[in-house]
């Protein structure tokens, strides 16, 4: 029968991490990679018979990477200790690891924000490939929004991973500064500049999530959310052009994020 290894990267997780390590306590190995953090995390986690790592913060991608390889099952779970695994995903998990001929699954994701489910906007059938053998996986380097790359066949999965996510409207405007400067700096490396057609983004995306994808129907949390991830569009690309502003005022041998050389296309 195939192993499964759950992964989970930390940083000052107390609030969320014995939930997210009670719903998988079923898994035949859980790995929990903690970037240096301040709370009780790491004493959470060992409590809960988890295989704790610390590691100081390389960025996602990477610290996804070095949380995968120091796993050993044959399938891996990828979690944020946001998340909870659902009674219908550990359910539908052992016919999902006997597909011989799948290599990895897009997994369907049930979203609350500020403690409110939502169905709709950008949420609205919202998926991620999180379970995948670890033997076809990587993680290539990115700011945000990683995720694994697979080499093979991947299907979908229903079972739902539950995300309880932004547990307070600071919480959630601290992660839409953090989120927006690290995207506009992988923006800038990959070799993309801000252009007058950025000014509408943040307007497009209300549209977007509360008109075109129904966020309406979700009441004050699709509201809430349209109006919360417009900003995150808006400050991204006002970020990059505040990245390209700099870089012409720096000599040739600097560039933004502490890297020499130029931004050329990744």
Not at 67 to 87: F, I, Y
Not at 127 to 135: K, M, S, T, V, Y
Not at 163 to 187: F, M, P
Request: charged share 30%; glycine share 8%; net charge neutral.
């Amino acid at each position: 029968m195939a192993r499964l290894s759950v992964t989970i990267i930390t940083k000052d997780e107390e609030r969320d991490l014995p939930a997210c390590l009670a719903s998988v306590a079923f898994a035949d190995e859980v790995i929990v990679v903690d970037a240096q953090s301040s709370d009780r995390t790491r004493e959470l986690a060992r409590a809960a018979g988890a295989t704790v790592f610390e590691n100081p913060w390389p960025g996602y991608a990477a610290q996804k990477r070095f949380a995968m390889e120091r796993a050993s099952g044959d399938w891996v779970l990828n979690l944020d200790a946001d998340e909870r695994v659902s009674p219908e995903l550990r359910e539908a998990l052992p016919a999902a690891l006997a597909q011989d001929e799948l290599d990895g699954y897009q997994v369907a994701f049930r979203t609350w924000i500020l403690g409110r489910r939502v169905r709709f906007g950008a949420f609205g059938g919202e998926r991620h490939l999180r379970l995948f053998r670890r033997a076809k996986a990587s993680y290539p380097d990115c700011e945000v929004h990683e995720g694994a790359v697979i080499d093979g066949k991947v299907a979908r999965l229903d079972a739902p991973i539950l995300h309880h996510t932004y547990a307070s409207l600071d919480e959630c405007l601290e992660k839409i500064n953090r989120y927006s400067s690290q995207a506009a700096l992988q923006r800038y490396r990959a070799g993309r500049r801000f252009g007058p057609l950025d000014l509408l983004r943040g307007p497009w995306g209300f549209f977007r999530r509360y008109v075109f994808r129904l966020g309406f129907l979700d009441g004050y949390a699709g509201l809430v959310h349209a109006w919360l991830f417009s900003l995150y569009d808006f400050a991204k690309y006002a970020k990059l052009d505040d990245l390209d502003r700099a870089a012409r005022k720096r000599p040739d041998d600097e560039a933004p994020g502490g890297r020499t050389g130029s931004a050329g296309a990744a």
